[in-house]
Nanobody, 133 residues
Framework: QVQLVESGGALVQPGGSLSLSCAAS????????IGWFRQAPGKEREGVSC????????YYADSVKGRFTISMDLAKNTVYLLMSDLKPEDTAVYYC??????????????????????????RGKGTLVTVSS
C-alpha cells in the first residue's frame, strides 16, 4: 500500500522539543522532494519546510527558521522534522507530502492553497502537535 504516515505528535510545553517522522511505504523516497505542512484550527495551511532527496537541499519558512530542522534517512525511507524552542503558535496538525516533481512540492510549500497542496502526489493524514503549559 502506497502511503505516507506521520508520527510523533504530542503535547509539549513551550520551549520544549519534539521530533516528527514521516514514513513512506509502497514507494521509495529516492529522488523525491518531501515537504512538511501544518494547519492550526481556524487558520490557513502553512508550508513549513522541505527537503530534496536528490541533493539534500532544504527550505524553511521564516516562522520556523532556526528552530526546526528537516532531515531524512533513505535507508529507513523516512523524513524527520526536529522542532525545538516550541511556541504555542506552533500548535497544529502537521502533515508531510512528497512528489518526484520538485516544482509541485515547492509550489505547495510557498503557496499552500488547495490546488497546490492536493497536486502533490503523496500526502499523509497528519499528526497533532500541541504546545501548551
Amino acid at each position: 500500500q502506497v502511503q505516507l504516515v506521520e508520527s510523533g505528535g504530542a503535547l509539549v510545553q513551550p520551549g520544549g522539543s519534539l521530533s516528527l517522522s514521516c514514513a513512506a511505504s509502497g514507494f521509495t523516497l529516492d529522488y523525491h522532494t518531501i515537504g512538511w505542512f501544518r494547519q492550526a484550527p481556524g487558520k490557513e495551511r502553512e508550508g513549513v519546510s522541505c527537503i530534496s532527496a536528490s541533493d539534500s537541499s532544504t527550505y524553511y519558512a521564516d516562522s520556523v527558521k532556526g528552530r526546526f530542522t528537516i532531515s531524512m534517512d533513505l535507508a529507513k525511507n523516512t523524513v524527520y522534522l526536529l522542532m525545538s524552542d516550541l511556541k504555542p503558535e506552533d500548535t497544529a496538525v502537521y502533515y508531510c507530502a512528497a512528489d518526484i516533481n520538485v516544482e509541485a512540492v515547492v509550489a505547495a510549500i510557498l503557496r499552500p492553497v488547495d490546488t497546490h497542496y492536493y497536486g502533490v502526489k503523496y500526502r499523509g493524514k497528519g499528526t497533532l502537535v500541541t504546545v501548551s503549559s
